[in-house]
């Protein structure tokens, strides 16, 4: 709150500082700079709220920083509960689904009207929608835990049976939402003629036709993009950048062709429900894209770029075994919240109002 006309109660309602947005924290940080400069021509006594640059996190992050906050978002995630871990991957498989629908539908409307390379650029283009909301959605998706969880481990901050741990629940709620939304458009799709099946089996054969050596060298492909989209959404400062690396990264992993777990069984099971292609193709399909991916994100983005950041000359400084993970940066810094202020007079410097233990306070009354 910004200000008090009397000493705190219980009934005081402090307000959340996280409900809001970068402007009102902005508006509110000018407001106070504006009432300490009228203290201070009042009484000629500096103001005590430092100035705080709204360009200093526009500078480019060095690969130790960028390091050390995957570590710390690392280790956060594995000291996530079992169900929360769950329903965010579950969310994410859900949500990379959609990319599925439209390109199935840019497929079906656009097919016939377009030369075949055309065709794919433009797949291609709209391949990246269901990653953008998993990525700015903040769910767990497993290919880019390839990567984010494997540095607390090379850190010696995790264990082998955290990451297993980690991996394990995110694979599997992946799988369950991507098999869920493959029903989904299984059913709505051709019922809304939203798609043609042809248009389905079209995507799905992409994944399943190849040989084992293929899928195995396109999922190590896919596994060692997906792994890097994670270190550049990291090193990205704004969410329009964030966007912008999102599509370019999984854009080219859909012009490509290239095998992605998660996505293809949305694209392969939807195919199966359909009745074109069999389970046993989809059990090809998923072994091989899953153990590349793996692969790739790994061997090579987290081995090396954990050698590449911790033999630098800009080295990351590592978290010690027992520090907690340190809290999300936001791109303005805030105030302290700890405490409700309450401005004094002209030439009087703000103060924290203290506060009686609500215990205490219902004795008093």
Not at 173 to 192: D, E, H, K, Q, T
Request: net charge neutral; hydrophobic share 45%; aromatic share 6%.
């Amino acid at each position: 709150m910004e200000s008090y006309p009397g000493p705190a109660s219980d009934d005081t309602e402090v307000e959340d500082p996280s409900a809001l947005t970068d402007e009102e924290h902005r508006t509110r940080r000018a407001k106070r700079r504006a009432d300490s400069e009228n203290g201070e021509a009042a009484a000629g006594e500096p103001s005590e709220e430092p100035e705080i640059s709204e360009t200093a996190h526009d500078q480019a992050k060095d690969y130790g920083t960028i390091l050390e906050e995957e570590i710390f978002q690392g280790m956060h995630e594995m000291r996530r509960p079992a169900a929360g871990l769950l329903l965010s991957g579950l969310s994410a498989g859900l949500d990379v689904g959609l990319s599925v629908l439209v390109m199935a539908t840019v497929v079906s409307i656009m097919g016939g009207n377009l030369s075949q390379p055309a065709t794919r650029l433009l797949v291609a283009a709209t391949y990246p929608v269901g990653f953008i909301f998993v990525i700015l959605g903040r769910s767990e998706l497993f290919t880019e835990h390839t990567t984010l969880a494997v540095f607390p481990v090379l850190g010696r901050r995790a264990t082998l049976r955290s990451l297993g741990r980690l991996w394990a629940l995110t694979y599997t709620s992946n799988l369950v939402g991507a098999a869920a939304i493959a029903a989904m458009l299984a059913w709505i799709g051709p019922a809304l003629d939203a798609f043609m099946p042809a248009a389905v089996a079209t995507l799905a054969d992409v994944a399943v036709r190849p040989r084992w050596p293929v899928i195995l060298g396109s999922g190590i492909l896919a596994g060692w993009m997906m792994g890097l989209l994670s270190w550049l959404v990291s090193a990205a400062q704004e969410t329009v950048s964030r966007i912008i690396v999102v599509w370019l990264v999984t854009a080219a992993i859909g012009v490509a062709g290239l095998h992605h777990c998660i996505l293809g069984t949305v694209e392969v099971l939807t195919s199966v429900f359909l009745g074109v292609h069999s389970l046993q193709d989809y059990g090809h399909f998923l072994l091989w894209a899953s153990v590349g991916n793996a692969a790739g994100g790994v061997i090579f983005v987290a081995v090396i770029k954990y050698g590449h950041a911790v033999r630098g000359p800009q080295r990351a400084t590592l978290p010690s075994p027992g520090e907690s993970p340190r809290p999300q940066p936001t791109r303005f810094s805030a105030p302290s919240w700890d405490l409700p202020v309450r401005r004094g007079g002209p030439g009087r410097s703000p103060r924290a109002i203290p506060r009686k233990p609500r215990s205490e306070s219902r004795a008093d009354r």
